[in-house]
Nanobody, 120 residues
Framework: QVQLVESGGGLVQPGGSLRLSCAHS????????MGWYRQAPGKVRELVAV???????NYADSVKGRFTISRDNAKKTAYLQMNSLKPEDTAVYFCNVNYLNFSLRDLEVWGQGTLVTVSS
């Protein structure tokens, strides 16, 4: 069973920075992509950033130039570096991993979410 553990959320002032981490464990044959999503109160969950197995990245227009997604395969961890944070970035951030298990089934797993609050 694959599990994700997220960390790094918290309260930050506008213009500040935070780095989120997402560590995975369990039986994974190959990771296809790791991504970060967010959900603000009263809004639908949206994609923030994704990084593929080939290290290609894609970002929501609202975070381009401010957020950076990366991964450390040795540490089995993905990161989301968030700079120049704005109040509208306030949300619960969820990590998502799309992977193949050892039966070559395409599966995905979600983290529990970490709250990011941007406020003065």
């Amino acid at each position: 069973q694959v599990q994700l553990v997220e960390s790094g959320g918290g309260l930050v002032q506008p213009g500040g920075s935070l780095r989120l981490s997402c560590a995975h464990s369990g039986s994974i044959f190959r990771i296809n992509a790791m991504g970060w999503y967010r959900q603000a109160p009263g809004k639908v969950r949206e994609l923030v950033a994704v990084i593929t197995s080939g290290s290609s990245t894609n970002y929501a227009d609202s975070v381009k130039g401010r957020f950076t997604i990366s991964r450390d395969n040795a540490k089995k961890t993905a990161y989301l570096q968030m700079n120049s944070l704005k109040p509208e970035d306030t949300a619960v951030y969820f990590c998502n991993v799309n992977y193949l298990n050892f039966s070559l089934r395409d599966l995905e797993v979600w983290g529990q979410g970490t709250l990011v609050t941007v406020s003065s």
